[in-house]
């Protein structure tokens, strides 16, 4: 007889175990984001901005999420301005007081896709 493996992370005050699917964050049997293209930017100690332009030729403005990544001490802040359309997204960082200690930071994107399980 084989095992069946489960995957599953439920809302706090759930049990994984818990019958209904909207009790969840996670779980297997439903349609969960899918990354599609995932990438970085660098900017250089003393930027205060950095941007990225990704063509995704999707045919549909995605969901797509943005961070940055303080080289100092490795830290992410989701700071970003963005927008999309049916063929690319447009992101970038922007920081009012980018302290130089900070030694610069990476912007990094994550584009996800619709689809079956």
């Known amino acids: 007889m084989g095992v069946t493996y489960i ?8 049990s994984v175990y818990d019958p209904d ?15 599609f293209i995932r990438g970085s930017v660098e900017a250089p100690p003393g930027s205060t901005s950095a941007s990225a332009t990704v063509t995704h030729n999707l045919g549909y403005k995605p969901f797509f999420l943005g961070y940055m990544v303080r080289k100092a001490n490795n830290r992410a802040i989701p700071v ?9 997204i447009n992101i970038n960082s ?6 130089p200690s900070w030694g610069g930071y ?9 689809g079956g399980a």
């Not at 922007?94 to 302290?99: D, F, N, R, T």
């Open 106 to 114: 990476t912007l990094y994107y994550d584009i996800f896709y619709e």
């Open 7 to 14: 995957a599953r992370i439920s809302k706090p005050g759930y």
């Open 21 to 35: 699917p909207k009790n969840f964050s996670l779980r297997e049997d439903t349609n969960s984001p899918k990354a």
């Open 94 to 99: 922007y920081w009012v007081e980018w302290p």
């Open 80 to 88: 970003f301005r963005g927008s999309s359309d049916n063929n690319q």
